[in-house]
C-alpha cells in the first residue's frame, strides 16, 4: 500500500468513529491504540488530548501537525451514532449525509453572531454549541490565567475576527504563574 492509500486508509477508520464534541473518548482510544501500534511515544493529558511522537534524529527539526478529534456534524438525523459515511469517487471524497469539515469562513449572520457572543459573555460551555471556543473563554478569563477574554465580530459573506486579550500581569505574577 502506497502512502497515500494508508493515510486513506487511518482517515476512513478516524471518519467511521462517532466523536461529539465533549466526547472524543472512542477516537482518542483508537488514535491511542494506533499509535502504540505503529510504534509512536504515546501520551494523553489530563484533558484527553492525545500526543503521537517519532524522533527520527535530535539533528532532524520536529514536524508539528495538529488537528481536533471531536465531528462537526452539519445535517438532519441522527448525528453522532456510527461516524461519518463517505463516498468515494477516482478523485474525491464525500460525506454522504453531512459534510467532511463545517468551517465555511464566510462569516456569521448577526443572530449566530448574538449567539455567540451571549455564550462568551455568561461564560457558557455548551458541548452541543460553540464548544470549542466557549471551553477556551471559560479556561482564559479564570484570574490565574490572566482575566483573559475572546471577542469576536463577523459579517456575513466577509469574514470572522476574533480577538484573545488578556491584562497585563504584575512581575509578581509572573514569576508565581506555574505555581498556580
Same mark, same amino acid.
Given at each position: 500500500?502506497?502512502?497515500?492509500?494508508?493515510?486513506?486508509?487511518?482517515?476512513r477508520?478516524?471518519?467511521s468513529?462517532?466523536?461529539?464534541?465533549?466526547?472524543?473518548?472512542?477516537? *482518542?482510544?483508537?488514535? &491511542?491504540?494506533?499509535? +502504540?501500534?505503529?510504534? $509512536? #511515544?504515546?501520551?494523553?493529558d489530563?484533558?484527553?488530548?492525545? @500526543?503521537?511522537?517519532?524522533?527520527?534524529?535530535?539533528?532532524?527539526?520536529?514536524?508539528?501537525?495538529?488537528?481536533?478529534?471531536?465531528?462537526?456534524?452539519?445535517?438532519?438525523?441522527?448525528?453522532?451514532?456510527?461516524?461519518?459515511?463517505?463516498r468515494?469517487?477516482?478523485?474525491?471524497?464525500?460525506?454522504?449525509?453531512?459534510t467532511?469539515? *463545517?468551517?465555511?469562513? &464566510?462569516?456569521?449572520? +448577526?443572530?449566530?453572531? $448574538? #449567539?455567540?457572543?451571549k455564550?462568551l459573555?455568561?461564560?457558557? @460551555?455548551n458541548?452541543?454549541?460553540?464548544?470549542?471556543?466557549?471551553?477556551?473563554?471559560?479556561?482564559?478569563?479564570?484570574?490565574?490565567?490572566?482575566?483573559?477574554?475572546?471577542?469576536?465580530?463577523?459579517?456575513?459573506?466577509?469574514g470572522?475576527?476574533?480577538?484573545?486579550?488578556?491584562?497585563?500581569?504584575?512581575?509578581?505574577?509572573?514569576?508565581?504563574?506555574?505555581?498556580?
Open positions: 500500500m502506497d502512502s497515500m492509500q494508508r493515510v486513506l486508509s487511518y482517515f477508520e478516524i471518519c468513529i462517532p466523536r461529539r464534541s465533549g466526547d472524543e473518548s472512542n477516537v *482518542a482510544q483508537y488514535l &491511542i491504540e494506533t499509535g +502504540k501500534r505503529l510504534g $509512536l #511515544e504515546v501520551d494523553q489530563s484533558c484527553g488530548n492525545v @500526543v503521537l511522537r517519532k524522533t527520527i534524529s535530535q539533528a532532524t527539526p520536529p514536524t508539528i501537525l495538529q488537528a481536533h478529534m471531536d465531528m462537526v456534524w452539519e445535517s438532519t438525523g441522527t448525528p453522532y451514532q456510527k461516524g461519518v459515511s463517505l468515494e469517487t477516482d478523485e474525491c471524497l464525500h460525506a454522504v449525509g453531512s467532511l469539515g *463545517a468551517d465555511n469562513g &464566510i462569516g456569521m449572520a +448577526k443572530e449566530q453572531l $448574538l #449567539e455567540l457572543q455564550t459573555d455568561e461564560k457558557i @460551555v458541548y452541543e454549541k460553540h464548544f470549542g471556543i466557549g471551553n477556551v473563554n471559560k479556561r482564559i478569563s479564570n484570574p490565574y490565567f490572566g482575566n483573559g477574554r475572546i471577542s469576536v465580530e463577523s459579517c456575513l459573506y466577509e470572522t475576527s476574533i480577538t484573545i486579550e488578556f491584562d497585563q500581569m504584575e512581575k509578581y505574577d509572573e514569576e508565581c504563574n506555574d505555581c498556580r
